[in-house]
């Protein structure tokens, strides 16, 4: 089992609606990540969290928020999604941002976009 | 910016046949190399990683990595592979800056 907890694992939202997905960690990493995967693909990078502070944002589109409320929480906040953002969003942890420092990665949250 | 291409997307083989995935990178600065596999239905779990030292590199359920710098290849290998080594590998490289760039992935069957 993964120590990075994501919830929910399943979200069904229709395109007005707001949601979030969550992510805990409690190995005392100091960065966190959200990547968002589609079926046969690799992840792609959405954003980095070092030190709680946004330090990488991949051109993300604003209908995705993210926000990390300590250390060991990170949020995505979702508004006004449309069908092609249904994909797996992963979130992950690493002890430091660092090179050398691999990712923890959670199990996901599957979002189909209505 | 960094790549990383991974040769094959899909490869078949039986078990205790031995297995080699390739993959090369282009990064400019330290090179910090990952493989992770993502078994059916499960997480992303990380197989083994090079930052600096031995380029021969051992991780876990037997599998082996090894980096060769002139070629810009971080290849992966297992001798003899298991049914239960069906999934799909993914290469990665990350940056100073937490940027974590991963292949295209290649899917494994085993075959009984």
């Known amino acids: 089992d993964t120590e990075v907890t994501q919830t929910p694992k399943h979200l069904v939202m229709g395109m007005t609606n707001k949601k979030s997905l969550k992510c805990e960690q409690h190995?005392?990493?100091?960065?966190m990540y959200w990547y968002k995967q589609k079926a046969k693909k690799p992840p792609e990078l959405m954003f980095v969290y070092s030190y709680e502070k946004l330090s990488i944002n991949e051109s993300v589109p604003s209908r995705f928020s993210p926000e990390c409320p300590n250390s060991s929480l990170l949020n995505l906040h979702l508004h006004a999604l449309q069908p092609e953002d249904s994909a797996l969003y992963l979130c992950a942890s690493s002890q430091d941002p660092g090179g050398n420092s691999p990712l923890h990665f959670g199990n996901g949250t599957r979002l189909t976009v209505t | 910016a960094q790549s990383v291409s991974q040769h094959n997307h899909h490869v078949i083989l039986s078990e205790a046949a031995s297995l080699e995935l390739g993959c090369n990178y282009s990064y400019g600065g330290t090179v910090n190399l990952f493989w992770y596999v993502q078994y059916p239905g499960q997480h992303l779990q990380l197989l083994l990683k090079y930052f600096s030292g031995d380029p021969l590199v051992k991780g876990i359920k037997g599998f082996e990595a090894e980096f060769i710098k002139s070629k810009f290849s971080f290849n992966l290998r297992k001798p003899s592979v298991q049914w239960s080594d069906t999934a799909e590998y993914f290469c990665?490289?990350?940056?100073?800056?937490?940027?974590?760039?991963f292949g295209a992935g290649t899917q494994v069957v085993v075959t009984p």
């Open positions: 990665a490289v990350k940056d100073s800056w937490g940027k974590l760039q």
């Open positions: 190995m005392g990493h100091r960065a």
